[in-house]
C-alpha cells in the first residue's frame, strides 16, 4: 500500500489511472469502515483511503484533540484489505493557509438534527469532502449510513454541484447486540456499552409507533417522538433527538409517506451516540 502525505503527489497521481473509488474516513477504523472499503472494491479498480481528521466539523469543547488517533494500526488494516493507497495528510498541509472558502450546504437540511446541536458541524463536513474529491478526483465514493444526514448533504452537494462522482450508500454495520460501530465506542465505559444498545431499541419501538401512524393517515408524530425522548432519559441518556423524517430529504413526512427514517442522537455518559433505523411502510 502506498501511503501518501502530500497534495501534489496525491493530484500526481491521477492522470491515466483506473477507474477509483474514495472512502473518506478520519481513522481509528473500525470494521465498518473496513465494509465500506469493500463495497468500494466492488465499484472501481483502485481505492483511494483518505485519513484526515477535520477540525472544521469540530465545535469548541468537542474532541478534536483527543480524538483516536491509531495511525499504524489503521495502515495495517487497509493493507490487510487490499486497500492501494492511503492519502494522510497534516493539518497544515491540507489548510496551509486558514480555510475561509467553505462549501454552504443549504439551512433547510444542514441546520436541523445533527445540525441544530452541532452548529456549522455540516459546513466543516462539505468543506473538508468537497476539498478531498479535488484532491483525489474520483469516480466512485463511499459513504456510511451512519451518518445518515451527512450521506444526504454530501449526495446534495455532488448533485448541485454536478460533480463527475457516484455516492454509494453502506449499510450500518453492527456489533452482536445492535450497536451501530462508531470510533466514539471505544469512549464508552464497560457498563455503558452494555447500555448502549438501548438506542437503537428505542428507534425500532419509535418506528413501529410511527408506522402505525402514518399507515392510520395520521402524520403528527410529535408525541411518539417525544416519548422515545423520555425513554432515553429513564434510561440515564440525554437525548438530543429522535425524529421520523423522510428518506428523500429529511422533511417532516406527510401521510402518504412510505419511505420514512428514524433518526436518534443522544449521550450516554460522556459519549455522544448517533443511529437511524430506515422503514418502508
Excluded at 443549504?106 to 462539505?126: I, K, N, S
Aim: with cysteine; aromatic share 6%.
Amino acid at each position: 500500500m502506498q501511503i501518501i502525505k502530500t497534495v501534489s503527489a496525491m493530484q500526481g497521481m491521477r492522470r491515466g489511472r483506473a477507474r477509483t473509488a474514495c472512502v473518506p474516513t478520519m481513522g481509528n477504523l473500525h470494521p465498518g469502515h473496513l465494509d465500506l472499503v469493500r463495497i468500494a472494491q466492488q465499484h472501481a479498480g483502485e481505492v483511494v483511503v483518505t485519513l484526515f481528521v477535520n477540525r472544521l466539523q469540530f465545535l469548541p469543547g468537542e474532541d478534536f484533540e483527543s480524538y483516536p488517533r491509531t495511525f499504524e494500526a489503521d495502515c495495517a488494516a487497509l493493507e490487510a484489505a487490499g486497500v492501494q493507497t492511503l492519502f494522510a495528510p497534516t493539518d497544515a498541509e491540507l489548510y496551509p493557509e486558514p480555510q475561509v472558502f467553505r462549501t454552504l450546504p443549504p439551512p433547510a437540511l444542514a441546520d436541523d438534527l445533527e445540525g441544530q446541536f452541532r452548529p456549522g458541524f455540516f459546513t466543516g463536513v462539505a468543506t473538508v469532502v468537497n476539498k478531498l474529491f479535488n484532491i483525489v478526483a474520483p469516480d466512485v465514493a463511499v459513504f456510511g449510513k451512519k451518518d445518515y444526514q451527512q450521506l444526504m448533504v454530501i449526495r446534495q452537494m455532488v448533485r448541485q454541484l454536478a460533480l463527475p462522482i457516484d455516492i454509494i450508500a453502506g449499510e450500518t454495520v453492527r456489533a452482536a447486540d445492535g450497536l451501530a460501530l462508531s470510533s466514539r465506542n471505544g469512549y464508552l465505559s464497560d457498563t455503558e456499552r452494555a447500555q448502549a444498545p438501548f438506542l437503537r431499541q428505542t428507534l425500532t419501538k419509535t418506528g413501529a409507533a410511527a408506522g402505525a401512524e402514518l399507515r392510520a393517515g395520521r402524520a403528527d408524530l410529535a408525541d411518539i417522538e417525544q416519548h422515545a425522548c423520555e425513554a432515553l432519559r429513564n434510561a440515564g441518556w440525554v437525548p438530543d433527538y429522535v425524529a421520523v423524517r423522510k428518506q428523500s430529504d429529511l422533511q417532516s413526512p406527510s401521510a402518504q409517506d412510505s419511505e420514512v427514517v428514524v433518526l436518534g442522537a443522544a449521550r450516554l455518559g460522556g459519549t455522544r451516540l448517533i443511529d437511524n433505523l430506515e422503514l418502508s411502510l
